[in-house]
């Protein structure tokens, strides 16, 4: 028995003088377009799975579209391109509410269209590794080397209806100093697979909080022009992983209806020592004065932070969930924030075929392991300034999503 399938994808325009999310020291709004902004939609079984070429979405955002498919349940996810229009409601970056309101319109006709287009499909399942893309970038000295997976969809007639691709990332190839919208390497490697395919390609970003090309955090606070930080250099990588899949054994899996699943998360904060913050403060004010014009945009996002925290705020916990579509024996477990690879690692762990992929029905923030929290850093301390979130997650809190998504695969 086979599922039915559609897929669709609709372009949004992003004007000149949008804000861009992703780099606090990012000094210029848009001044044009290097790749269309899209939303992409996938649809099986009547469940939706929806791509937006942003950082991050709010979850209220993501409610809101689901709520107006008329699905049985829709899970949207932001590719996490550093790249793309700021919607998050203040998150990583400012909130342009006309593209805000494109993007919702974009998804809510993407998922008609690929609802009105389903039709009975084989799927097939590929993992890749060895691409050499992936670095981890607060241990540059540990080699890792995470999987690129794929679901390809073929209808009886051996026509690709679509592929949906995920590989735990950053797309920050592109530095603080590109003000073109774009959706980093995730652009090029989607063109690759549509070129060979002639169908749909939908990128899900992995748990990829801890991983990028090879630069460590901080190297995105200058308002200086890094070296190989390039549109060419994202092309080459981006090319590569789409060779990659189009190299890879796929494995045909023998399908039933796909099952969506999912499962509420409550997620705590770490106290926030108010002398210590205090401190740090005064240290900001005092590295200002001679910082770049890049890093001096990203202390004072910092020092307003620290200004006008609200300590009630950290009383009511984050809200999100975690979700499994299972699809023929391959499942996909959606978890939100940016957690580090090594959660991914633990749920893919459960079972054969499982691909994990992050930045899902809401982006609050980083989730780093527990081993992180003693060595500290900008995941661990200090991206909840820039994310304008209360404070940091509680130490576990990535632990947590591994816990609800095991359930969920029935471990």
Known sequence: MSVRVGAAVAEVPVPAGTPLGGFAGRLSASTGVHDPTTVRALVIDGVGVVSVDVCVLHEDTCAAIREASGLADVVVSAVHTHSGPAIGHGRAGGHDEAVHAAVVAAASRALASASAGAREAEVAWASVRGTGVAKDRRHPERAIDPPLTALRFTGADKEAIATLVSYPCHPVVLD??????SADYVHPLRVGVEEATGAPCLFLTGAAGDVNTGHAAAASFSSAAASGRTFARAAELGGRLASA??????EDLETATARFAAVEVALDYAPVDAASLGARAEEWLAAR????????????????WARHRRPAD???????????LDVGGAALVTV???PFLAIAESI??????VMVTAYSDGVPGYLPTREAYPEGGYEVE??????AMPGPFAR???ESLTAAALRLLGV
């Open 176 to 181: 603080a100093t590109n003000t073109l919208v």
């Open 245 to 250: 899949l189009a190299s890879a054994s796929w």
């Open 289 to 304: 004065t001679s910082a770049d014009d890049g890093y001096r945009a990203v202390l004072d996002i910092w020092i307003d």
């Open 314 to 324: 950290q009383a009511s916990p984050w809200a999100g969930r975690v979700g499994l």
């Open 336 to 338: 939100p924030g940016e």
């Open 348 to 353: 893919a762990a459960a079972r054969p075929r």
């Open 382 to 387: 200090d991206a909840c300034m820039y994310y």
């Open 396 to 398: 576990g809190s990535a």
